[in-house]
């Protein structure tokens, strides 16, 4: 990484002008990965994302994440990981494009979602209660993901755990967190006949408390939000991600990717 003055001089550097060092971001590139972060998107927009990405980045398959920190092998240059995070039904429509692109994609399910009606409520919501029992929004229609699709898509889908509830680990006692995390791995793990060996927090909600209690429920790696890219040999349980949000353009995409790097090189570890 750069020395430390080099940082300094880089906070000079205009947001919008940074996308025209493309040397420096090179560079960062080579030591850090990249993980983005979808709930649902149109497939014919999916397919512009995935265009993109695929001639700047090695998108590898998550499950490849674990092994390259046990082995101590670096990641190879550009790498970028694809995540999706609920378990959306129209997360099924883009199918073919997994296929015919060949694109690893890692879907983070909230296991109590599957198959109904249900979206997650706004994290305002948490704010003054803990019922866990109230805390959806409903539409009209079956809008999740249901078992036979997972099934279907556990092919070539990657399916991980986002909780049992998805309510912020933050707002809960160790002893729930420890049923979200123990139980949605069983069920996923069931349905799909995958191992479960990520977890996604909800809401991007986390500290180093729950990063440790990830891990000693059998995680080998955790993500959150953050907005920054990672480096190599960081927590794996406190993993930062790049929201993209459903109507993202390529260009706003392409936006995102630079205020990530921006932001991570005037943010050192």
């Known amino acids: 990484m750069a020395n430390k003055g080099y940082v300094v001089n880089l906070k000079k550097i205009p947001l919008n002008l940074w996308k025209n060092f493309s ?13 983005i972060l979808y709930h649902r ?6 397919e512009e994302h995935i265009e993109y990405l695929l001639r700047y980045y090695k998108i590898l398959e998550l499950e490849n ?25 129209s997360n099924y429509d883009l199918l073919p494009i997994f296929e015919e ?23 305002s919501k948490y704010q003054n209660s803990l019922d866990m029992g109230n805390t959806y929004e409903t539409e009209l229609e079956r809008i999740m993901l249901n078992y036979e699709e997972i099934k ?18 933050t707002h809960v006692s160790p002893d729930q967190f420890r049923l979200e995390l123990l139980e949605s791995k069983k069920i996923i793990e069931d349905i799909s006949g995958n191992p479960v060996y990520a977890f996604a927090y ?19 790696l955790a993500r959150t939000g953050g907005r920054m890219l990672n480096k190599f040999g960081e927590n794996y349980f406190l993993i930062n991600s790049i929201g993209i949000e ?17 932001k991570t090189i005037l943010n050192p570890k």
């Open 101 to 123: 692109k060949k694109v690893p994609v890692t879907i983070f399910l909230t296991t109590s979602l599957i198959g109904t009606n249900k979206r997650p409520s706004p994290i």
């Open 202 to 220: 909800p809401y991007n909600r986390a500290s180093e408390n729950e990063a440790k209690l990830v891990e000693s429920c059998g995680y080998l």
């Open 152 to 169: 279907e898509m556990s092919k070539i889908v990657n399916f991980q755990s986002h909780g049992v509830h998805h309510i912020p680990a």
């Open 23 to 35: 040397s420096i971001r090179e560079r960062i590139r080579k030591k850090w990965f990249t993980i």
């Open 41 to 46: 998107i149109k497939p014919e927009l999916f």
């Open 246 to 262: 459903n109507n993202c353009s390529v260009k706003e995409l392409q936006n995102k990717i630079f205020k990530a790097e921006f």
């Open 65 to 89: 994440l674990p092994k390259y920190y046990e082995s101590n092998i670096h990641l190879p240059d550009n790498s970028l990981f694809i995540t999706f995070d609920d378990g959306w039904l």
